[in-house]
């Protein structure tokens, strides 16, 4: 039999180890609840596979303490004002990272670096000048490491795995137990239907709780922000952000698919080596049919002026264009800096920089017909052969 996992000895030994017991609130115990309950459902946990899911829960419940105190602390921080964020989304595998990286060398923008959100999100308490922070090592070793364990992930996901890279902000999510990673990470086909259902306000309320803290700490002109999950939780983040401007991502879904199956399928042999192909294939889609189902829902009730659609091919064969575009779309300056800047990181780390990524619908048990009927509303509405909607 295996190991069964259970929420409140967590609880318990993040108040053990922190000395603090107000975790500001009590809802993240629902997700915590449907995280556990997924995970002795959908694997097989034994000691050699429960490890980082055990180190991550933690964490996350070390975080909500130590960042509540913080705020407790120093109460300004809630005073702090996010103007205009800038939320990059659209499906998996559709463009959002590159997108989000190119946006995040324009020296006027903050974005979130992994090693400040994937882990530990409490800034030290201070920085002396040109004094690195200890955050960053550990978390470029610790994403070395798991490309060491899996190098084909490198293709995948290596433009997101660097620790001073662009992070997605459904981190932030996760202190409420709502991220989508680790469902596609892991195989963990109940979470992630309960992420795809569940109520995400009190989520996207600890999302700004903890931007506030990082601009509190680092500020600059604009947020610039990204995570597919906020096809979900659209209405729950206008609800949190009015003014947001969005960046909606589009490319064919089946290509789009067929690169999400299989990067689903490689992080899971990774993480757990149980590798269901097929239950995958028929899943993820299902998932990101009711989530774009979702955000269309409230897309298409905003004003041009607050979103901007992308297109897969227009990014890819026009990068800066494309840029300028979004800039141009939003009255953001592009200066000679910004251009140059992305002109630059473009040399430099061209595709295959990361290693190649190829996967064959038939090996993923995909049916091009299967998913052009599935995705049926969204190729009415976007021709994303063409980049024209």
């Not at 070793?141 to 899996?150: I, N, Q, R, T």
């Not at 137990?177 to 680790?182: E, I, K, M, Q, S």
């Not at 979900?232 to 290509?255: C, M, Q, S, V, W």
């Not at 002109?343 to 920089?353: A, H, M």
Request: some cysteine.
């Amino acid at each position: 039999m295996g190991i069964k996992l259970v929420s409140q000895p967590f609880i318990d030994n993040a108040v053990k180890t922190t000395g603090l017991e107000d975790f500001g609130g009590d809802t993240f115990k629902q997700g915590l609840k449907a995280l556990t309950t997924s995970l002795n459902n959908d694997l097989y946990l034994t000691e050699g596979n429960t490890g980082y899911f055990e180190q991550m829960i933690t964490q996350i419940l070390v975080n909500r303490l130590q960042v509540t105190q913080l705020i407790k602390d120093h109460p300004e921080i809630i005073n702090e004002k996010i103007k205009n964020p800038i939320f990059i989304m659209g499906l998996p595998r559709t463009g959002t990272t590159i997108t989000h990286t190119l946006m995040a060398l324009d020296p006027l923008s903050r974005f979130l670096r992994n090693f400040e959100s994937a882990a530990a999100v409490c800034p030290p308490p201070s920085l002396m000048p040109h004094q690195p922070d200890h955050r960053i090592q550990a978390g470029h070793d610790a994403m070395e490491g798991l490309f060491s364990m899996g190098p084909e992930l490198r293709g995948i996901n290596g433009i997101n795995f660097m620790a001073l890279g662009t992070a997605e902000c459904q981190n932030l999510m996760a202190h409420e137990f709502v991220h989508a990673g680790w469902s596609a990470g892991s195989s963990l086909f109940g979470h992630g239907n309960w992420v795809g259902d569940c109520d995400m306000d009190q989520a996207y309320n600890w999302h700004k709780r903890l931007l506030q803290m990082f601009q509190w700490k680092s500020p600059n002109e604009r947020w610039v922000l990204k995570a597919p999950i906020h096809l979900f939780g659209l209405k729950n983040l206008f609800k949190t952000y009015p003014d947001a401007r969005i960046i909606f991502t589009h490319r064919d879904p089946f290509e789009a698919m067929m690169s999400g199956v299989s990067m689903v399928s490689h992080w899971t042999q990774l993480t757990t080596g149980q590798v269901d192909i097929p239950a995958i294939a028929d899943w993820y889609p299902t998932l990101w049919v009711k989530g774009l189902k979702r955000a269309l829902e409230v897309r298409n009730k905003l004003s041009n002026e607050q979103v901007f659609d992308l297109f897969h091919t227009d990014l890819s064969q026009n990068p800066i264009g494309s840029m300028k575009g979004i800039y141009k779309h939003f009255d953001i300056p592009f200066s000679t800096t910004i251009e140059k800047r992305m002109k630059v990181w473009l040399r430099d780390n061209p595709r295959s920089k990361f290693g190649s990524h190829s996967c064959k619908a038939a090996q993923l048990g995909l049916d091009p017909n299967r998913e052009k009927e599935r995705f049926s509303f969204y190729l009415k509405q976007f021709n994303v052969n063409r980049g024209e909607a």
